[in-house]
């Protein structure tokens, strides 16, 4: 009898050992670890956020001057200068609706490694259809390592792009079977300056994290798509899509838009895109 009191307790506290280590955390927050690799697209997403959000206009929410957090705040909106100078929308049709993170240390975590920026794209009932993240490292073997754990995880990547050299863009892509996960890293700089020391520089690796539910997929790229009339109202004048160089539907890229989207990368006759051109650099 003695016997098997002790080993109830045993279960009952690897149980709740169990259960407690991999509770994800109900609010964001530094040092949380949100967990990405075991999202399941039912997250509540505006409780996840609370009020510590960043705007579509990149400043963070203030209730005093913003006043009630309202929807069309959260509205997801692409946006870049071409798109202001012509004054559209995109996506053209209301998609949903993008919650953006400050940045802090170890906000979530994927396969082990650490990112201090997290954005989530909902649809309009506020579900997570995709999930973007961003950190940096400064140690190249790190990055191998990471794509080396990624690899003997997910096995080989459907897609692997050599983006630019301009900062060694690389783009990596999984498909698993509900979802599609990309991973796009790059290099970076940064300088940091102190009133004690002299100004310090440095080169960073730059991770960016994409997940996508698989039965979103097509829905988050249309998103993405413009159909223009004949002619376009730009910077007060209405010029024709040769003129601006724009296709009938155009694309406008954000960190939603998978990389495999693009077909120059596959329609590459000089092997300007393989990715053995990374190690080269």
């Not at 690389?170 to 940064?190: A, H, N, P, V």
């Not at 730059?206 to 798509?225: P, S, T, Y």
Request: proline letters at 2%; aromatic letters at 14%; hydrophobic letters at 35%.
């Amino acid at each position: 009898m003695k016997n098997l009191t002790f080993i109830y307790l045993i279960a009952l506290v690897t149980f709740f050992s169990c259960n407690t280590k991999d509770k994800q955390p109900e609010i964001l927050e530094a040092k949380g670890g949100f967990d990405l690799e075991t999202v399941d697209f039912k997250e509540d997403v505006p409780r996840l956020y609370g009020n510590n959000v960043i705007l579509s206009d990149g400043m963070r929410y203030d209730s005093a001057e913003n006043g009630k957090l309202t929807d069309e705040l959260l509205k997801y909106k692409i946006s870049n200068s071409m798109l202001d100078a012509m004054k559209i929308t995109v996506p053209q049709k209301d998609f949903g609706y993008l919650y953006q993170s400050h940045t802090s240390d170890s906000l979530a975590k994927f396969n082990g490694y650490y990112f201090s920026n997290l954005n989530i794209l909902t649809d309009k009932n506020k579900k997570p259809v995709a999930y973007h993240a961003e950190g940096e490292i400064y140690d190249l073997k790190a990055k191998k390592a990471f794509l080396a754990k990624m690899k003997e995880k997910y096995g080989a990547p459907k897609y692997s792009i050599f983006i630019s050299h301009h900062f060694s863009q690389s783009s990596y892509e999984w498909i698993l079977k509900d979802r599609t996960i990309q991973l796009e890293t790059s290099k970076g700089f940064s300088a940091n300056f102190s009133t004690d020391s002299d100004a310090k520089s440095g080169e960073y690796l730059r991770f960016d994290l994409l997940i996508i539910a698989n039965d979103k997929k097509e829905q988050v790229h249309q998103a993405h798509l413009y159909e223009f009339g004949d002619k376009v109202l730009y910077n007060g004048k209405y010029l024709t899509l040769e003129e601006l160089q724009l296709d009938k539907k155009s694309t406008f890229k954000d960190v939603f838009l998978l990389n495999s989207t693009d077909k120059k990368y596959f329609n590459d006759p000089t092997g300007q895109y393989d990715i053995s051109r990374e190690e080269a650099e």
